[in-house]
C-alpha cells in the first residue's frame, strides 16, 4: 500500500493492515491449487484411504473421556449451555487466542476484524 520510514504497509488477505520491514522479501499473488479446498471425498473409504480416521464427537463421549460428555440425550450440562472444549477442557470456540503482549502487535496498524489496534 505505501512505504515509509523503512517500513511498508501490506493489507494482507484476511483484511489486516501490517507494517514489514522494507528490506524483506515476498512473493505476490495467489496460490496455484486454489480449488483444492472444494474437493469432496465422497465417502469414508476415500478418507481412510488418505490416513484420516473416524472422530466421534465430544458430546456423545462419556464424562470420564470428554470434558463435552455424558448427560441424557442431547443435554448441554449444567443449568445453561456448556461451552465446547478439547479434550484437555480448553475452550474451542470463540475465545482469543494471540498474546495480549506480543512483540509483533505493534506492527499491527488494523485488525481483521477492521478496528484500528490500540496505541500505548
Not at 40 to 52: I, P, Y
Amino acid at each position: 500500500m505505501s512505504r515509509d520510514s523503512g517500513y511498508a504497509q501490506v493489507r494482507l488477505p484476511s483484511g489486516e493492515i501490517r507494517l514489514i520491514n522494507v528490506i524483506c522479501l515476498a512473493t505476490i499473488g495467489a496460490v496455484g491449487n486454489a480449488q483444492h479446498e472444494n474437493v469432496v471425498l465422497g465417502k469414508a473409504g476415500r478418507s481412510r484411504h488418505r490416513g484420516m480416521r473416524p472422530m466421534s464427537r465430544g458430546m456423545v463421549r462419556n464424562p470420564v473421556d470428554h470434558p463435552n460428555g455424558g448427560g441424557q440425550g442431547k443435554s448441554k450440562g449444567g443449568g445453561g449451555r456448556q461451552h465446547l472444549t478439547s479434550p484437555w477442557g480448553l475452550l474451542a470456540k470463540g475465545y482469543r487466542t494471540r498474546n495480549k503482549r506480543k512483540l509483533s502487535n505493534r506492527f499491527i496498524l488494523v485488525r481483521r476484524d477492521g478496528r484500528p489496534m490500540k496505541l500505548k
